[in-house]
Each structure stands twice: as C-alpha cells, then as structure tokens.
C-alpha cells in the first residue's frame, strides 16, 4: 500500500480530532486541552516526547532504525479570538474563540503523519521531530520553542524543516501550492500615542487636540508607503484601530492608532521601522503635539529555500498528482512564524487549499474570517505529503 492509502484508513481518525479540537478552541501560548488530545492521539507511538516548559507545546522525536539525519514538521495547534458564524455542526463550543486559521487541520495532519511515519520507522534513515506549537498568531509561539530547544530536539542538526497551512480560499480545493524565495510577508505593529491637551469642543483654540494629528497621520502614511517603496517590493500599512475622546464636546487629551506592517523583504523591513516613526513623531511635532511610537517587530519575512521547495513540491506531485501541485507565482500577503525556523533550517512551507469541494475558492471567506470553513477532506493528504518529505529527504541525507 502506498502511504496514501494508509493515510485515507486514517482518514476518520484524524476527522474525529480535528473536529474535537475545533470545538474547544484555545488561544495563545496556554493550550492544556489541546496538549491533552495530542498526546492522547500520540499515545502508544515509540516517540520521544518533551513538553514546553512556558508554553503548551508538545515535542516528539521519532528515531528512524536506520542511521541518517533529522528532518523537522511543523503544525500549529492555537486559535483565533473570533466568534464562529461558520455554521458547521461541529462548530466551536467556546464563545468568541475559533480556528478560523485552519490550525485544528494543521494539528490532526501532523499527528497523522506520525502515525505513518511510526509505522515506516524500521526503513526510516535517521530521525523526525515532531513540533506541536502553540502560539503562532502572534505570540511567537515558535521562537519560543526555538530557545526550549526544538531545532535540537534530535540531538543533531536539522537537514531541512516543513510544514503545510491550510487555506479556506486562495487555492481551489485540494491544490496544493508554494514557491521558492519569499513565501509570505514580515509582519510587524506600529502603536502611537498622539499626545495634545484637551479641552472644550467649541474651543479648540485653547486645547492641542489629538484627533485632526492622528488623521493626518494616517493619510500621511499612505501617502508616504506609495512615494517610497518600489511597487514592485510592495509594503503594506493598514490602519486597524483609532480610538479617541469619550464625547462629542470634549476634545480628549490623546488619540491611539494601531496598524499592521507588512514587508516582503528585510531591507525594506528595516526602512520602515526607521521610516515611519520618524513621519509620525515629525507630523506631531509640526503642529506643537508629541507622538509617543511603539515600534514592534514581530514575524520576519518567511523565506523557502529554493532545493527544499522543489524537493517538497516534486513530492507532493508524487502524492497528489502533478495536476494538483502548483508553482505559486508570488507570495502572500500573510505571515508566519515558521519564518523563525526557516531562518535557521533550510526548508519550505506549503500551502494546500481546503475550501469545501464545489465552492468557490475566489469567493468563499479566507482564513480569519468568522465564515471559513475548512474541509477536512484534505486531511489524509496533508498527513501523506509531510510523512513522505520527511522519509525522501532523510533517504536523500543518508544516500
């Protein structure tokens, strides 16, 4: 049987856990429940396990009998703080909490590829570590587990890492897709405090109100964003809050933005963290304000090796068939913090479409919408392409 086929007699298995961790979603780095229902799936499997020491993760290392190197796989385990509108039958349980990023899906594929792989461990040449993290939309679950120790989890070096993310729309169902190069955006937060002194409404003379600088800062970002940047390296600035006063006549003391900063390389990164707070504090200080910025790198830019893309993608077309497997012709305009990793480990990140089969994948919610829906249909290939990275590139190692 191919590795396949022992995927798809999983395949109501692994339905069952992702289902059970979709409707009791955790947020963050603290995830017991979760941890619980991974180590109960893994229970039995002749693995190595460590748990995280400040964070819910969970580690397993799987000793292949034959020697060789060590490959890492990655699944993300936390959800988002968003009520679910989905209208699935297994929907959370949990109010304003759900996996609206697919990682239940990320989570249930690993554990069946550990299944597969445990199964393979007589012909495997070297070792496998598991990486369950916790984490990843923005708690820098994966740097954490870097400084726990994961990348060293096998006592040797890593000769490549993977992973795959699952998309509600983007790709059509059941594709799957990557590139090499830049894969996905750095990700950071720009936070600013607009600094006036408040006062009457129907005297703004007398005050320095906040809330006309705070405007001006805003349009001039974008303004500033076009004028700078080639737009063939795009950045990307989006304003997600404002918040300002408490009544209509009075003018308040401060106003606070907070925006997300999107690169897709690091010296444009690197130009924007120096750039935009010196807009900011120069705008406020034109009108006789102070701008107090709180600059925060978060993800780096995700950046495949090009050797590890064309590996995983020809192997995925030896799984799927090449009908299914796709060359990406630019990145997305999401981030990750697999990027930590692949900073340090040669690898690539996949992306498999899980739009519901017959829908439209241009037109149905993308991944952090209250809507997305993911299929778990894909389970059973998710498991097999990571199982099957993970035994080519070990026999390559160890040729």
């Excluded at 239940?104 to 040449?125: F, K, M, Q, Y």
């Excluded at 040797?156 to 996905?184: C, E």
């Excluded at 010196?278 to 701008?291: F, K, N, Q, V």
């Amino acid at each position: 049987m191919s590795i396949l086929d022992d995927a798809n007699a999983l395949h109501e298995e692994l339905v069952m856990l992702r289902k059970s961790l979709h409707q009791e979603p955790e947020l963050g780095l603290a995830l017991p429940r979760t941890q619980e229902k991974v180590l109960s799936a893994l229970d039995g499997l002749p693995l190595e396990i460590t748990l995280g020491e400040n964070l819910s993760s969970v580690t397993a290392v799987l000793r292949g009998e034959r020697p060789g190197g060590a490959v890492l796989l990655r699944g993300d385990m936390d959800a988002l703080p968003v009520q679910e509108a989905s209208g699935v039958d297994y929907a959370s349980r949990v109010a304003g909490r759900m996996h609206a990023c697919g990682h239940d899906l990320h989570t249930a594929g690993l554990v069946g590829a550990a299944r597969l792989l445990c199964e393979r461990r007589s012909t495997l040449h070297g070792d496998v570590v598991l990486m369950f993290q916790p984490g990843e939309e923005g708690h820098n679950g994966a740097g954490l587990m870097i400084e726990e120790g994961v990348l060293d989890a096998a006592g040797k070096p890593l000769d490549a890492a993977y992973a795959i993310h699952v998309a509600a729309n983007r790709l059509p169902h059941g594709m799957l897709a990557s590139r090499p190069g830049t894969v996905s955006t750095a990700s950071d937060v720009l936070r600013v405090t607009v600094v006036g002194r408040g006062g009457h409404g129907s005297a703004p003379f007398s005050a320095l109100d906040p809330i006309p600088v705070a405007c001006e800062m805003i349009t001039a970002v974008q303004s500033w964003v076009t004028r700078t940047f080639d737009v063939l390296d795009p950045v990307v600035v989006s304003v997600g809050t404002l918040h300002a006063g408490t009544q209509h006549n009075v003018i308040p003391d401060t106003a606070t933005i907070e925006a997300t900063v999107r690169s897709y390389s690091d010296p444009n990164r690197e130009r924007l963290a120096q750039g935009l707070p010196r807009l900011i504090r120069g705008i406020a200080s034109a009108h006789g304000l102070e701008a107090e910025v709180d600059y925060r790198l978060m993800y780096p830019v995700t950046v495949n090796d090009p050797d590890e893309t064309a590996f995983a993608l020809d192997t995925a077309r030896e799984i799927m068939g090449g009908d299914r497997v796709w060359l990406a012709p630019q990145p997305t305009s999401g981030s990750e913090d697999f990027a930590f990793v692949l900073q340090r480990v040669s690898g690539a990140m996949l992306m498999l479409g899980a739009v519901p089969a017959g829908s439209d994948h241009r037109n149905a919610p993308m991944n952090h919408s209250p809507r997305a829906v993911f299929d778990d249909a894909v389970l059973s290939r998710q498991s097999a392409v990571l199982a099957q990275l993970a035994v080519d590139r070990l026999a390559r190692t160890a040729a």
